[in-house]
């Protein structure tokens, strides 16, 4: 079974308009750690937010939120006030324990509409 | 700029042949992890290792080995070049200590097989 599961291949969204990306996960783990990632189209990974399976409170950085519920296994991430730039695709990514290889969904690609 | 360093960044060669890709993690990250992302397979994770010790493996080839060496620098080696190794190979690294510690990914190694 995949460990991380992202439904949306793909998505469009208007610039300045907030958009979710959805990520499921399954893990039988108490101790978890979720993260997301940007791909752009210049290769290179780029870490934007991370949500411990402790944490009570939803991860915050900038205009990037994770909309974490644990009960249904699932970590979204929200962008607020798209830009031009957030054109990517964009990886949810899952890390069991500590300092263990990281496993990650299929992706979603983003594309920002002016 | 991640602080991860890949080199070289593309690499061209032929079936059959062997190449190294180098990856210096960021200052004081002792773990460092390989990633191959291909088009079919995704991102997939290869190998770990933590202050020159292997320590943990995945879908990695007997054809691809690698090492840690006192500096922390890592080197993967591909041996036996076939058409389907062609993809991106990223290094990651991360500090030791608790779970909310990201993975840092380099800029990945472009390799192409002719």
């Known amino acids: 079974a995949q460990k991380i599961t992202q439904t949306q291949p793909g998505m469009f969204v208007q610039e300045k308009e907030a958009v979710t990306l959805d990520c499921t996960y399954d893990?039988?783990?108490?101790?978890?750690?979720l993260f997301w990632y940007k791909q752009p189209s210049s290769g290179e990974m780029i870490f934007l937010i991370y949500?411990?399976?402790?944490?009570?409170q939803n991860a915050t950085e900038g205009r990037y939120s994770l909309n974490f519920q644990k009960a249904r296994k699932s970590a979204n991430l929200v962008i607020s006030a798209s830009q031009l730039g957030d054109s990517a695709m964009y990886f949810c990514?899952?890390?069991?324990?500590?300092?263990?290889?990281?496993?990650f969904g299929k992706g979603t690609r983003l594309s920002v509409i002016a | 700029d991640s602080g991860v360093t890949q080199t070289p960044k593309h690499l061209i060669t032929a079936t059959g042949q062997r190449v190294t890709l180098r990856c210096s993690p960021r200052s004081g990250d002792l773990s460092v992890y390989w990633y191959q992302q291909s088009l079919d397979q995704g991102l997939q994770f290869l190998i770990q290792?933590?202050?020159?010790?292997?320590?943990a493996k995945g879908n990695i080839l007997e054809r691809f080995s690698a090492q840690q060496f006192p500096d922390l620098h890592s080197e993967l080696n591909l041996s036996s070049l076939e058409l389907g190794d062609s993809a991106l190979y990223f290094c990651?690294?991360?500090?030791?200590?608790?779970?909310?510690?990201?993975?840092?990914f380099g800029d990945g190694t472009r390799l192409s097989i002719l």
């Open positions: 990514a899952m890390r069991e324990g500590y300092r263990t290889p990281l496993v």
């Open positions: 949500q411990g399976s402790y944490d009570e």
């Open positions: 893990t039988s783990d108490q101790s978890y750690g």
């Open positions: 990651a690294s991360s500090a030791q200590g608790t779970s909310n510690q990201p993975q840092h």
């Open positions: 290792y933590y202050n020159g010790e292997e320590r």
